[in-house]
């Protein structure tokens, strides 16, 4: 009888030394500098996945092997007649040892091989997914240092901070992100002890998280000018109606005792011819320094496209200088010098404008200084200008200036800490006086009567319109009966405002105390 071929016994690997060399790859990573090794221990990974494909097909060979033996060896029983034909053979023992040595012996090599074969993807499988683990956490580790995924900035009570530092990105902080209650692996904790934020990137979370606080700034700011603009249209609605009643005193519609009338109108009219006198003067002297805008201003109306464009890059311009000789602490930030802004002309500020918007450091102080420069633009244009006195003896009104008025209070606040800060001869605050004196018109070292404006306008002509309060501020405001709980409240809001930001206490009618 012919012998069946027995099938060739594979070289099969050391599975324990494999096992092994996959349980290191995670520990061999750590050792090394993870941005040097993760590729090659991935290549680990990757082959050793090969090896488990490799495996798993030939376990699919042999599996086939196996059912294409059995039937080969069923069709040759079949064919031989029977198992008398095949005891006659000359063997011993019986038809059972025959039968056995037919079934058993041909498979023997195959079912090793294919047990073997299992044996290996059983084991190989538990040390790649181990391997694949340890390298993702080493890949979340390297995330967080070098890109600071998973990282947050907080104080020691949990709240968010106003700042990035050091600390936030650090071991500790990447324990208390991944491993708060547990102990950190072996393979981990060298790599992540040698580990510093990658150079840049807290300076890059820090902008992000400032240019989220000035957009919360500028969303304030921009709702308390509205509210201002809603609390001027108020007022100069009761401004009117306060004309209309004088001009119906004055045409005999209304009848009022004679010395009263009288008395009515001349404090009426007083009282604003006094605003337009001081505001006027301010306006005109600041028309020299407005003179480049004032002009570009005018030619954004024209119908040129180029002109139009060049003009409004012009405005801007101007507007920058405004703001940055109305702040002076932020000119060195643009690399901008007071000589500077008073030396350049038009197209000089023009340049220095465009480079600095193309300047991603630079662009958001840039426009925060063109929303200063704008503001004080707009207060020294000619439409701001108060009427004439003939006008103001037949009844018209002046407006309030309170937009130009806070201006002033900033101003005032600035020039007193230069004084205090002291310097050369007290050449700073002297230069800040000249450069408020040429885009302002007030002279701050009048002091005497910018303190009575400004309380003018803190105690009176903001309470009035904001608050909707006849008469501003009194001193037993917050026990008074005659207001509402918000009217106090509100007041209490604005008594604190201005004590902090600009130096003077309401209450006690005493600026800059300590």
Known sequence: MAQLQKVRQPQLHNISTFRNRLNQIGTQIAAHQINK??????????LALKHLSDLQRRRDRYEVAYLEKQAQLSDYIKDAGNLDDLYQTGKTGGVPEVTADLYDEPFKNTQQQL?????????????????????????????FFTEGIGATYKTGTGTLAEKWDPGDISEAAYRERYYPQANIPEYLREYVKKQKPAPGLLEGFQKQL???????????????????????????RKQFAMAEELHAYKTGKKDLPKTESKKVEEALINENQ??????????GLAGPRMMFATQAWTE????????????????????????????PAS????????????????AGMMEKYLNLIEDDKKVMKTMEMIDFG???????MSTMMPPKSTEIGRGVSVRYYNERDELIAMAYKKYKDYQKAGGVGGEIAENYREDIMSILGINLQMEHQVRESLEEFFKKNYIEQAIGIEGGYETDFITSD???????DAAAIWDEIVLKNYGYDMGQDEWFPE
Do not use: C
């Open 274 to 283: 006094k605003r337009a006198d001081w505001y006027g003067t301010q306006i």
């Open 210 to 236: 400032e240019a989220q606080a000035w957009e919360e700034e500028k969303r304030k700011y921009e709702k308390t000018r509205l509210d201002f603009a809603d609390e001027k249209r108020k007022m100069e």
């Open 482 to 488: 005659k207001y509402t709980k918000e009217q106090k």
């Open 300 to 327: 954004q109306f024209s119908s040129n496209d180029d002109k139009r464009k060049r003009a409004g890059i012009q405005v801007n311009a101007e507007q920058l200088r405004f703001g940055l000789l109305f702040n």
């Open 115 to 143: 047990a073997a074969t299992k044996k290996q993807i059983a084991l190989l499988n538990p040390g790649i997914l181990e391997s694949v683990q340890k390298l993702s956490k080493l890949t979340e580790a390297k995330a």
């Open 331 to 346: 000119a060195p930030e643009l690399n901008i010098t007071r000589e500077e802004l008073h030396r350049l002309d038009g």
């Open 37 to 46: 090794k993760t590729k090659e221990e991935q290549n680990r990974v990757s």
């Open 374 to 380: 704008d503001m004080i633009f707009k207060q020294n």
